[in-house]
């Protein structure tokens, strides 16, 4: 569970990250 929770939670910030990073770029 450890694992799968620090993945989950590692995942949506980069995303997020680059989706706003894309956005601004746009």
Do not use: Q
């Not at 450890?2 to 746009?26: D, S, Y």
């Amino acid at each position: 569970p450890t694992r799968t929770t620090v993945e989950v939670g590692a995942l949506p910030t980069p995303i997020a990250v680059e989706l706003k990073v894309i956005a601004t770029i746009e």
